[in-house]
């Protein structure tokens, strides 16, 4: 391993699917400099860890995951932190692990090739400057993908200051990026192999920027102008906030082909009293308003939400509202997690935080019911007909797994076709997790 001279790289990239894309933009910035991606189960001369804050056990991982990277010798690779966890603990970070040389924040990782060029003097390397100048200017141009699926971040950043998150702090206010970049970076996306896009923002629907003709675009406009690139099958967004579900928004669900009938819009609690205190800023009935209008244009949507049970003060009837608001939606997915108290952030040091047994208890009860609503969507899709793209290689000789429009895994056997091929199948069976299907022909290679 060379510390001074690092010639290849790994990134490890935890929680979204924004630090995914990050890690994405920050490997092919790396390969641009010159180095190599490390094969699989090889060491690495620089090894990125791109970290999560948003709950305390993901922010904890990191130092860890720093103190495996230590060789039997003593010795270790260039360390980088990277990510949230960076931008929340910045230079404490090399104080409680001296291991580590970089310490790089979500919006200055364009600036890595310089704090490598600092750390192979030796000295430690710091930036987790927020600077006006976008990353997204100098970052090189994407690069041909592995896979059929793209992340492309449109939107960064939160205004909304809800009061148990991190995110208007570490990821800093909202941004959303220039229209023309966007729909260039979709078209190379498409260019190097991508048949299904996912624009990402930690509230993506808040997305707005002038179009090419100098007219205002709200996020529904942006999946207009993808829906006609030859090539691309299918869009998908996340993660929504529901005070940005626009009138727009909400019709073009109804109206696009290529937006596949999936919704992702956190809830966090079925009771108005915690909305409140959490400042979410919009109601129960606000938000069931939203989902009725959505499944009125596009009633197979499947639907999917973000649940945080055990927040200050939150009541056993404060929690049976959370169960009745899922009970009333019937969600085909969600992600259900326990209140975490993060430092700076207003919940944190609010009065009446739950004993940790109560929210264990609240979160089984929650995830027991997500689950029994998942297993039911997944039932009823059983005997459709339906498009699959395939994503990877299954477990069986010649089977493939492909995702359904409602982001369901399938498995088919399917001799002869190729990750990357978008099928169409007979959906045979379902399980929790996933389902199983039979082919009927190939759409598109
Ligand atoms: N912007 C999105 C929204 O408001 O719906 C969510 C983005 S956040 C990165 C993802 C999810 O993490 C949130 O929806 C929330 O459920 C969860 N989360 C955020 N802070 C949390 C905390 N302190 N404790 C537990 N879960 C939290
Ligand atoms: Fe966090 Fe709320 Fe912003 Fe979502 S809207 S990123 S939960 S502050």
């Known amino acids: ?91 404490e970070i090399s104080r409680r692990a001296p291991s580590v040389d970089i310490v790089v924040g979500p919006q200055a990782y364009h600036r ?34 592995p896979r059929p699926t793209a992340f492309l971040t449109v939107q960064e950043g939160c205004d909304k200051f809800c009061t148990y998150c991190v995110v208007p702090y570490t990821r800093g206010a909202e941004i ?73 928004l909400i019709a073009a669900h109804g109206e696009v082909p290529k937006l596949m009938p999936y919704l992702h819009l956190p809830v966090q609690s079925g009771s108005n009293r915690i909305l409140k205190a959490m400042n979410r800023s919009h109601s129960r009935d606000s ?16 639907l999917s939400g973000d649940f945080i049970v ?5 009541s056993d009837s404060d929690f049976e509202e959370t169960l009745s608001i899922v009970e009333e939606t019937e969600y085909a997915q969600a992600f259900s997690f326990k209140y975490s108290p993060r430092p700076g952030t207003p919940a944190a040091t609010m009065d009446d935080q739950i004993p940790r047994e109560i929210m264990d208890e609240r979160l089984q009860r929650l995830q027991a019911l997500l689950n029994k609503q ?4 997944n039932q009823q899709t059983v005997g459709r007909r339906t498009t699959l793209l395939l994503e990877r290689k299954g477990k069986l000789d010649g089977q493939l797994v492909g995702k359904s429009p409602w982001l369901q895994s399938v498995h088919v056997i399917a001799p002869g076709l190729s990750i990357g091929d978008l099928v169409e199948v007979d959906i045979e069976s379902a399980g929790p997790n996933s389902l199983s299907g039979t082919l009927v022909e190939r759409i598109a290679a």
């Open 112 to 145: 890595l090739p310089e704090l490598i060029d600092t750390a192979k003097t030796g000295r430690k390397a710091l930036d987790t400057d927020m600077p006006p100048a976008s990353k997204f200017d100098v970052l090189p141009g994407r690069k041909k993908q």
């Open 310 to 314: 055990g927040f200050p003060g939150e």
């Open 374 to 377: 998942q297993m039911a969507f």
């Open 176 to 248: 959303s990026r220039p229209w023309s970049d966007l729909v260039d970076e979709a078209k190379a996306l498409v260019d190097g192999g991508a048949r299904e896009i996912t624009l990402l923002g930690q509230n993506v629907n808040a997305w707005s920027s002038e179009d090419d003709k100098g007219r205002i675009q709200g996020l529904d406009g942006l999946i207009r102008a993808l829906d006609r690139i030859d090539g691309l099958d299918r869009i998908r967004y996340t993660t929504s906030h529901p005070n940005d579900m626009t009138d727009g």
């Open 287 to 302: 938000y069931l308003e939203i989902l009725r209008r959505v499944r009125e244009v596009r009633p197979d949507i499947a």
């Open 1 to 91: 391993m060379t510390k001074s001279d690092p010639k290849t790289y790994r990134v490890k990239s935890f929680g979204c699917q924004m630090n995914v894309y990050d890690g994405e933009r920050m490997s092919e910035m790396l390969s641009d400099q010159g180095m190599a991606a490390a094969a699989d189960g090889e060491n690495a001369d620089l090894v990125v860890l791109n970290t999560c804050h948003i709950r305390e056990k993901a922010a904890e991982k990191v130092y860890s995951d720093i103190g495996r990277l230590r060789q039997a010798d003593g010795s270790t690779p260039m360390i980088a932190v990277a990510g949230c966890v960076a931008q929340a603990e910045g230079a």
